[in-house]
């Protein structure tokens, strides 16, 4: 077991800094609305591909399953299982989603998706557990992330706060 750090910092409608850290490796991902990057162990900051940005700029949004029509996605109900409703999604980039919301609170549960790692497509399973309120608003304090690569568990502490636009472009 790694121990590490994680940090996300979002601003909408679709801006995304993400960090992690731990003892073999660190990894930095910019979204600034428009352009994305990425920085390994402390390296220089490498520019996406304009692809890749696609999906970035879409996997940034705040609570997505609100604004999937805006975002040019296409859905259908699955019906309901094991105490979730199940909702296909197909982003505009062709990436194919599956969201899963509990059947009585209503909060998104499960979201899988197919990514392509190395050239191969891969299934990457997240799950959210032990919601509490920001906010006003249910976030959960713990992301389990599971693919056939890697797998991972986020616990800590979500909260609000200002953040500086500049934190979504990498200095340079």
């Keep these: 077991n790694l121990k590490g750090s994680f940090v996300r910092k979002q601003m909408s409608p679709n801006k995304d800094f993400t960090e992690i850290s731990l003892p073999i490796m660190k990894q930095r991902q910019w979204v ?3 352009t994305s990057w990425t920085s390994l162990n402390d390296g220089q900051a490498t520019e996406a591909s304009a692809d890749e940005t696609q999906q970035l700029l879409l996997d940034a949004r705040l ?8 975002a040019g996605y296409t859905t259908s109900v699955l019906g309901k299982r094991n105490g ?3 909702i296909s999604a197909t982003a505009p980039t062709g990436r194919n989603e599956v969201y899963s919301f ?3 609170t209503g909060l998104l549960v499960r979201w899988e998706r197919q990514e392509d790692v190395n050239g191969e497509k891969i299934t990457i399973i997240e799950r959210y557990a032990d919601f509490t309120v920001v906010g006003g608003v249910q976030m959960p304090s713990t992301i389990r992330v599971d693919s056939p690569v890697y797998s991972y ?3 800590g502490r979500v909260s609000l706060n200002d953040v500086d636009a ?3 472009t990498p200095a340079r």
Excluded at 63 to 70: D, M, T
Aim: no cysteine.
């Design 84 to 86: 979730t409703i199940d």
């Design 166 to 168: 500049t934190v979504f």
């Design 153 to 155: 568990t986020i616990k």
């Design 32 to 34: 600034n609305g428009m």
């Design 63 to 70: 609570f997505l399953p609100l604004g999937w029509s805006s």
């Design 102 to 104: 509990d059947a009585t």
